[in-house]
Nanobody, 125 residues
Framework: QVQLVESGGGLVQAGGSLRLSCAASGRTFSNYAMGWFRQAPGEEREFVAAISRSGVNTYYADSVKGRFTISRDNAKNTVYLQMNSLKPEDTAVYYC??????????????????WGQGTQVSVSS
């Protein structure tokens, strides 16, 4: 089992920045590729970004490419999502997840077997 706890969400104006953190505990963090997903009210949960076990490979949704950066610190058992140039359409609950299938950065939601409780990000226009 892997336990995940997100933090860093909040309310920000359009054009602003936020940094989300996800602290992991339980099994060896460096064994897992990690991902960030988000879900807006009335919408499906969608992929945002993923990072491989080593942190070398990353993968982004087109909607956030160039604005968001995923990173990880395996010594601190933490994955981050730096969000810049935020837009109102980025408003959602953001979830981090651990890939229980492989160590590859992937957008496939079914590969992620462990999820955090989510943190709210709200962007005002």
């Amino acid at each position: 089992q892997v336990q995940l706890v997100e933090s860093g969400g909040g309310l920000v104006q359009a054009g602003g920045s936020l940094r989300l953190s996800c602290a992991a505990s339980g099994r060896t963090f460096s064994n897992y590729a990690m991902g960030w997903f988000r879900q807006a009210p009335g919408e499906e949960r969608e992929f945002v970004a993923a990072i491989s076990r080593s942190g070398v490979n990353t993968y982004y949704a087109d909607s956030v490419k160039g604005r968001f950066t995923i990173s990880r610190d395996n010594a601190k058992n933490t994955v981050y999502l730096q969000m810049n140039s935020l837009k109102p359409e980025d408003t959602a609950v953001y979830y981090c997840a651990a890939n229980s299938v492989s160590g590859i950065a992937t957008m496939t939601r079914s590969h992620y077997g462990y999820w955090g409780q989510g943190t709210q990000v709200s962007v005002s226009s």
